[in-house]
């Protein structure tokens, strides 16, 4: 539990505004794990794309 | 229902024995580059006998053409042998089988660039991100360059961490 009062961490981008916690956090995965998280993220677009294709 | 397998697709391959360096934004993403991608790209050895068994994966994935995918167009072994690309459309998913990239790139040019990755069960060869990176800067399109300030960053985020 954070202690009480203390602020949100600053996001750190480079100057050319890319997200080096989430490069980091994709270096701290195996390939399988990205490979795996990626096709977990292809399969929820297909779904929500399929969802309201059928509206 | 739409579908989209990336292992299964990589193990039909590995599985078969074809030679081919994994490209493109599959390859990004497996060298730690956070970025989106749909489709798998690979890059062929066009030695005869690869060419028959990469035909060989093609036909049981039922891939053909993505474009007029309704004419169901099937690549043939002339079309693996030549250095262009085919778009292709499978039941796991979208496939490039690209004979070169960049200026005229083959697998044999890829090959050392590549390094050899365990996707759970598989062991496949990915084109490095040094190499990705010289790519997209040489062809400088608009697709290229958006995605080049993450290729860069992850790649000095990597070697910072190695030189640690």
Do not use: C
């Not at chain 1, 996001?11 to 980091?24: K, N």
């Not at chain 2, 193990?11 to 798998?40: M, N």
């Amino acid at each position: 539990m954070n202690p009480a009062g203390e602020p949100a961490p600053a996001p750190e981008y480079s100057e050319d505004g890319v997200d080096l916690s989430l490069i980091r956090w994709m270096l701290s995965l195996t390939p399988a794990e990205r490979l795996a998280f990626l096709q977990r993220r292809i399969n929820d677009i297909l779904t929500i794309r399929e969802l309201n294709a059928e509206k | 229902m739409l579908k989209s397998d990336l292992s299964a697709t990589l193990g039909a391959l590995v599985k078969a024995g074809v030679e081919f360096v994994l490209v493109g934004g599959l390859a990004a993403v497996l060298d730690g580059a956070p970025v989106q991608t749909y489709d798998l790209d690979i890059v062929h050895s066009r030695a005869a006998d690869n060419i028959v068994r990469l035909l060989g994966v093609l036909e049981s994935l039922d891939a053909v053409f993505r474009i007029q995918p309704e004419r169901r167009l099937r690549p043939t072994v002339s079309h693996l042998g030549g250095p262009g690309h085919l778009n292709l459309i499978t039941r796991l998913g979208p496939l490039d089988v690209l004979g070169t990239i960049g200026r005229g790139l083959s697998y044999d040019d890829l090959l050392p660039h590549s390094v050899e990755m365990d996707i759970g069960g598989a062991l496949i060869r990915v084109l490095d991100l040094e190499t990705l990176i010289a790519i997209k800067e040489e062809l400088g399109g608009e697709k290229d360059r958006a995605v080049l300030p993450i290729l860069r960053r992850t790649l000095a985020e990597k070697k910072a961490h190695s030189s640690h």
